[in-house]
């Protein structure tokens, strides 16, 4: 097993161990905490893959904003010591069937198509070329989104603020 | 080099284990980091697919993925934080005032 091998796998273990925190931990505060593992571990395989920008926007977009609001909301929403009745779970049954049949039909498909064979890359920086795209081809996209997120920041403040009763 | 096959099959992983969260979990904060978790399965893919076909149009899809998933967040919490206001519960199957 080579070294990249090894450290592929170190990185797969740690994504899905703290992925199944998240799903499965009875408290609400360790499945927050777990998350930060499983963006760590998804940003590490940015990395492994080549993707130097994406990786950096990942740490910055999903450890240092959502995985903040989320811990904000979490410490905002709940009595976070009652532990008992902050994260129960139900309908175990059906979702085990639903999932079990949605991991073997993803599996079949992964394994029984034909995949192009990876043409040999070299690991250059790619952040001149997704400016570029971002410029040129995506330029309308690009816009949209910038509107999208105003959208979304002015519709939070109206959602979360006090109502004013007069 | 691993193959594309292992970054498909831990992405299809990490996704499963995101619509269990979603399907077992009655509290709509783990909902919501379930679905962040489906998210990132999904980018991970993208990113495998850009670099195994040699273009970054998929790296630049995941920016778009990842604009939308923030606004997402951000409406999701704050709409949960005035339903807890209201309500003082996270349950979603307490949520049930457009039922007729």
Redesign the interface.
Same mark, same amino acid.
């Given at each position: 097993m080579s070294v990249s091998t090894a450290v592929f796998n170190l990185i797969a273990l740690l994504l899905v161990v703290s992925a199944a925190m998240v799903a499965f931990s009875r408290n609400i505060i360790y499945s927050a905490f777990s998350l930060l593992g499983t963006f760590m571990g998804v940003a590490g395989i940015y990395i492994f893959l080549g993707a130097d920008f994406v990786a950096a926007v990942q740490l910055l977009i999903y450890v240092g904003g959502i995985l903040v609001l989320i811990l904000f909301a979490v410490m905002l929403t709940h009595r976070i010591t009652d532990v008992t009745i902050t994260n129960r779970a139900a309908g175990r049954i059906p979702a085990l069937i639903v999932v079990v049949g949605l991991v073997y039909m993803l599996i079949q498909t992964v394994r029984t198509t034909p995949w192009a064979a990876a043409k040999q890359v070299t690991f250059a920086s790619t952040t001149a070329t997704i400016g570029d795209a971002f410029l040129y081809d995506y330029l309308l996209p690009f816009e949209l989104a910038s509107l999208v997120l105003l959208a979304a920041m002015i519709g939070a403040v109206v959602l979360s603020r006090k109502e004013i009763k007069e | 080099?691993?193959? +594309?096959?292992?970054?498909?099959?831990?992405s299809? !992983?990490? $996704?499963?284990?995101? #619509?269990?969260?979603v399907?077992?979990?009655?509290?709509l904060?783990?909902v919501?980091?379930?679905i962040?978790?489906m998210l990132?399965a999904v980018?991970?893919t993208f990113?495998?697919f850009?670099?195994? +076909?040699?273009s970054?149009?998929g790296?630049?899809i !995941?920016? $778009?993925v990842?604009? #939308?998933?923030?606004?997402?967040?951000?409406?999701g919490?704050?709409?949960?934080?005035?339903v807890?206001?209201h309500r003082q519960s996270?349950?979603p199957?307490e949520m049930q005032l457009l039922k007729w």
């Open positions: - | 080099m691993i193959a +594309l096959h292992n970054y498909l099959i831990l299809a !992983v990490i $996704f499963s284990i995101g #619509v269990i969260g399907l077992i979990r009655r509290n904060i783990v919501l980091m379930s962040e978790l990132n980018n991970l990113i495998a850009s670099r195994y +076909l040699g970054t149009d790296q630049v !995941v920016f $778009f990842m604009a #939308v998933a923030a606004a997402e967040a951000v409406i919490l704050a709409i949960i934080i005035s807890y206001r996270l349950d199957q």
